[in-house]
């Protein structure tokens, strides 16, 4: 399979049209092509997010939440998607919503209902934006009510770091987090009690200005028992690697995953050469073809570092203790005294005794006049399967600044910050690019982007003249920190990062938008907030 550009999700659905193809081309014995326009795929492709969210939450005078009863309804559209069917949503909402809070008193009712409008299937961040979108606007109002600060309401109501590990009501275990953490970095980092003493009100240039805070969990590298808990059977749930060192020294690595623009070929590398001991130039990475890789989940639902690196590592230790065994044979010492880095092997206290792995692979594959020690096999590869924990729980701090001109109600972002904890961070750059994608796409979707259709069921905006994206004029500067709480319940200590982005912006900024109306009594509960929704809350709240 060749690169394929972002997937989101869209491209984790298998689509009616596919098999047919397929069905086609046998039938015929020859080449079919489907083609398909723009229109036709916001029509069919799946859609998402139609979620309604009916909370009653119980909590007392300092703000402590002591129970949350949650009623919500999920679309499913016009028929089910494969292979995730009508539950993804409807459960994922229900699931996540107590998020990085100690909600012990905890009900849930979820429906997904069928409709005439496309089919709802995965989108980036699965039912995450929306239950959080519903949570942190309930913190807010808990704050506005009892004229606390939105802050001082969730550094109440988090999780202490004492208490990890912490199962929520749910059942779901969160092994570690960094949750005051991020929150008192982020709170830092935005000056949020100076921009908070000033929201609501309207400024010389005539906009209401306001500030949001998102502060959310993010389930990510889901494994077998995750994905069965949720109603989903089609998913394995783990992920596989096959490590070979060449008779050159070079490294082939074959990952049961298929990169859709998240940087696999540099992280996988990174993570090869690190635990074979060899340079990352010398490292080849094979995705995206089924007759060469292992089974495995591939790249969905945040979970490439966690199952797929989880994988490499451990197939990696395995042809790293090969080679250890090799190189003590040849050097006369003992495995445990051998250093692998940089593609050599040497002795922990001699340096200058060493061998490179380029001659122990030789020596693998009987290439020369070395033999091997008694007992070993002949080649130098190693395959491992690597099922992961139920869940494993990133966590993010997202606080955007506002401003909200109430002449048309148009909303600019102008100012973000995010402090994000994905465990062990490995390529601080791929990482931060996720977060800013992730953002934008959160924009758009707080901001704009909704299909729109009308009493008959007709969709209104299939085309991206109407179908309102953001622009990099609509993006500000996204601000970065990163705080590294590594996992223990997986291995190599990572957690999830692709859908984080857009998580935590579509609550941050929804925030903002209420903070800086919360003066004249908007009530915001619904998301886009476009133009005309703003500018209708707006003349509601002064009675017009």
């Known amino acids: 399979m060749p690169e394929v550009g972002g997937g989101f999700g869209t491209k984790a659905n298998i689509y009616p049209e596919e098999p047919v193809v397929v069905a086609l081309a046998r039938h015929l014995g020859r080449a079919v092509k489907w083609v398909q326009d723009r229109s036709e795929e916001l029509l069919n492709n799946i859609h998402s997010r139609n979620h309604v969210y009916d909370l009653d939450v119980a909590y007392d005078r300092d703000g402590v939440i002591h129970a949350v009863r949650l009623d919500m309804l999920a679309n499913a559209g016009a028929y089910t998607c494969f292979p995730f069917g009508t539950t993804l949503e409807a459960t994922g909402g229900a699931r996540m919503l107590p998020g990085p809070y100690r909600i012990r008193n905890y009900a849930y009712k979820t429906r997904s209902v069928m409709t005439n409008t496309g089919p709802a299937g995965a989108y980036r961040g699965v039912s995450q934006p929306t239950c959080f979108f519903a949570i942190e606007g309930v913190m807010d109002r808990i704050g506005r009510k009892l004229g606390i600060s939105p802050a001082e309401v969730r550094r109440r109501n988090l999780i202490r770091d004492d208490e990890f590990p912490w199962n929520n009501a749910v059942g779901v275990r969160y092994d570690t987090g960094s949750y005051h953490a991020c929150l008192e970095r982020a709170l830092e980092m935005a000056d949020y009690d100076r921009l908070q003493a000033r929201s609501g009100r309207l400024d010389p240039d005539g906009k209401y200005r306001g500030v949001g805070i998102c502060n959310f969990t993010e389930s990510t590298g889901t494994g077998v028992r995750g994905w069965r808990a949720r109603g989903l059977s089609r998913l394995p749930g783990y992920d596989s690697a096959t490590i070979r ?49 292992p089974y495995g989940t591939n790249t969905v639902a945040s979970r490439s570092a966690i199952t797929a690196g989880g994988a490499v590592i ?31 092997a040497w002795v922990a206290d001699e340096p200058e ?58 909303v600019a972002v102008e100012d973000y910050v995010v402090v994000h904890d994905c465990g062990r961070v490995i390529n601080p750059m791929i990482v931060e690019g996720q977060i800013h994608g992730g953002v934008a796409q959160g924009i758009g979707e707080a901001l704009m982007e909704e299909f729109v259709y009308d009493s008959s069921g007709q969709m209104l905006n299939a085309n991206l003249l109407e179908y309102m994206l953001p622009t990099s004029l609509d993006i500000p500067d996204i601000r970065i920190d990163h705080i590294e709480t590594p996992t223990i319940d997986a291995v190599g200590g990572f957690k999830g990062v692709g859908e984080s982005g857009v998580i935590g912006a579509v609550p941050a900024i929804a925030n903002a938008v209420a903070d800086a109306l919360s003066q004249i009594g908007a009530n915001l509960n619904q998301i886009p907030l476009r133009p005309a929704v703003v500018y209708s809350l707006i003349r509601q709240a002064n009675g017009e």
């Open 353 to 410: 005794t060493r061998v490179s792995i380029e001659t122990l692979a030789r020596t693998a594959y009987a290439i020369g006049h070395q033999s091997l020690p008694q007992g070993e096999e002949y080649g130098l590869e190693a395959t491992d399967i690597y099922d992961p924990p139920m869940v494993t729980i990133a966590n993010a701090v997202h606080i955007a600044r506002v401003a909200v001109d109430p002449q048309d109600g148009r």
């Open 245 to 293: 060192v060449e008779p050159t020294g070079g490294v082939s690595a074959f990952i049961s995953q298929a990169s859709a623009g998240q940087g696999h070929l540099t992280t996988f590398a990174q993570l090869v050469a690190d635990q074979v001991g060899v340079r990352m130039e010398d490292v080849t990475v094979v995705e995206g073809d089924t007759a060469l890789v």
């Open 314 to 344: 451990r197939a990696g230790a395995k042809v790293a203790e090969k080679l250890r065994r090799l190189a003590a044979f040849s050097l006369g010492v003992s495995p445990s005294d051998i250093v692998l880095r940089n593609g050599v």
